[in-house]
T-cell receptor
Framework: SQTIHQWPATLVQPVGSPLSLECTVEGTSNPNLYWYRQAAGRGLQLLFYSVGIGQISSEVPQNLSASRPQDRQFILSSKKLLLSDSGFYLC???????????FGSGTRLTVV | AQSVTQPDIHITVSEGASLELRCNYSYGATPYLFWYVQSPGQGLQLLLKYFSGDTLVQGIKGFEAEFKRSQSSFNLRKPSVHWSDAAEYFCAVGNTGGFKTIFGAGTRLFVKA
């Protein structure tokens, strides 16, 4: 069966520090991969999605970047975190339409 | 452009009462529609989806949703709510042939004893 792993679960980082969040999927090949951010009390904002290795689409210009070095690995990064980067980050995968997403358990990022 | 509206930010129902969460969407063609549930501090779990066929779809945990094209709605229902249903619920719409899904802002459900 397919599983998705996301880590770490929680992270507290100072302003200006780098960030690396990792997401891996098992049990499937060539998934569509997604990074979402959920601010407190708000809906989900799509940050990046990827349909294949090295293919990244950015939805919102910001302080973050994403990479897909392997088929089932998706990484969210920042060189210098801002206070506004705080939030709950969710990784998700999906096979072709019309299937829904399978989400990871999320990373709670607090920038201090 | 695609959009999803969940008019109710939060709803409180009594345990055992029926539930209906509203969702309206805007999309030029027949959309793919989804409902997800999120427990505090957790990821989202898919409850059900609609993409064609019978407009009344059954999901997990006793939930169902009805697609009404004339009203651009996809409301989620449950005949009898359990305390464990307290969570946040998200409606979402996906574009046919595309890669992205747009989520509503969510409705938080509170269940009182």
């Amino acid at each position: 069966s397919q599983t998705i792993h996301q880590w770490p679960a929680t992270l507290v980082q100072p302003v200006g520090s780098p960030l690396s969040l990792e997401c891996t999927v098992e049990g499937t090949s060539n998934p569509n991969l997604y990074w979402y951010r959920q601010a407190a009390g708000r809906g989900l904002q799509l940050l990046f999605y990827s349909v294949g290795i090295g293919q990244i689409s950015s939805e919102v210009p910001q302080n973050l970047s994403a990479s897909r070095p392997q088929d089932r690995q998706f990484i969210l990064s920042s060189k210098k975190l801002l206070l506004s980067d705080s939030g709950f980050y969710l990784c998700a995968w999906r096979s072709a339409n019309p299937h829904g997403y399978t989400f990871g358990s999320g990373t709670r990022l607090t920038v201090v | 452009a695609q959009s999803v509206t969940q008019p109710d930010i939060h709803i409180t129902v009594s345990e055992g009462a029926s539930l209906e969460l509203r969702c309206n969407y805007s999309y030029g063609a027949t959309p793919y529609l989804f409902w997800y549930v999120q427990s505090p501090g957790q990821g989202l779990q898919l409850l059900l989806k609609y993409f064609s066929g019978d407009t009344l779809v059954q999901g997990i945990k006793g939930f169902e949703a009805e697609f009404k094209r004339s009203q651009s709605s996809f409301n989620l229902r449950k005949p009898s709510v359990h305390w464990s249903d307290a969570a946040e619920y998200f409606c979402a719409v996906g574009n046919t042939g595309g890669f992205k899904t747009i989520f509503g802002a969510g409705t938080r459900l509170f269940v009182k004893a």
